[in-house]
């Protein structure tokens, strides 16, 4: 079992950079793929940025391809999304997830941090 916690939303200008951090306990840590996903007002969830066990492949929506990067330190347990170059249509809630099954299943999820980014 692990439990997820993020940190590093917050509020930001259009053109600005956050750096979400996703903090792990419990479980092997690297055993598992780690994803990011959004949640906007009024919307469904949707897949941000996953990335495999060993670090190795990264997979990212098509929204945030150039301007999103996901990256693991396992010795810390934590997985990371840098958001550079933001724009409105990126406020969400975004939620870290854990996946045994390289990303098809998620089976673990934070709570969530607020981005908010102003035009």
């Known amino acids: 079992q692990v439990q997820l916690v993020e940190s590093g939303g917050g509020l930001v200008q259009a053109g600005g950079s956050l750096r979400l951090s996703c903090a792990a306990s419990?479980?092997?840590?690297?055993?598992?793929?780690m994803g990011w996903f959004r949640q906007a007002p009024g919307k469904e969830r949707e897949f941000v940025a996953v990335?495999?066990?060993?670090?190795?492949?990264?997979r990212y929506a098509a929204p945030v391809k150039g301007r999103f990067t996901i990256s693991r330190d396992d010795a810390k347990k934590a997985a990371f999304l840098q958001m550079n170059s933001l724009k409105p249509e990126d406020t969400a809630v975004y939620y870290c997830a854990a996946s045994r099954d390289s990303g098809r299943i998620y089976d673990y999820w934070g709570q969530g941090t607020q981005v908010t980014v102003s035009s």
């Open positions: 990335i495999d066990t060993d670090g190795s492949g990264t």
């Open positions: 419990g479980g092997t840590f690297n055993s598992y793929a």
